[in-house]
């Protein structure tokens, strides 16, 4: 059995919500890290109390959520049901 290669840092391919795939690097690059948040879905259902973790940077942001038997990541703002809550 051969060990997986990962891609360097910044060169994984992401899809986003439209389908499209780019480079990870390429959603979060030019931008200094600007803050970590945890994102608490309140939107009054199952999923109530899920905690996603956002990172802000200067001109983008991308957060990481429970996809079930993975992680997800999403470049997106957080929605109306979500608070967050900042990491001090």
């Known amino acids: 059995m051969t060990a997986a290669v990962r891609?360097?840092?910044g060169q994984e391919r992401v899809q986003e919500g439209d389908g499209e795939t780019v480079l990870f690097g390429e959603l979060v690059e030019g931008g200094?890290?600007?803050a970590?948040?945890?994102v608490e879905w309140a939107?009054?259902?199952l999923d109530q109390g899920n905690v996603?973790?956002?990172f802000f940077f200067e001109t983008s942001q991308v957060t990481v959520f429970n996809a079930l038997d993975e992680n997800g990541l999403s470049f997106s703002p957080p929605d109306q049901h979500q608070r967050s809550h900042g990491l001090h």
């Open 32 to 34: 200094r890290f600007v």
């Open 36 to 38: 970590a948040v945890l």
């Open 43 to 45: 939107g009054g259902d």
């Open 52 to 54: 996603d973790v956002g």
């Open 7 to 9: 891609p360097p840092l």
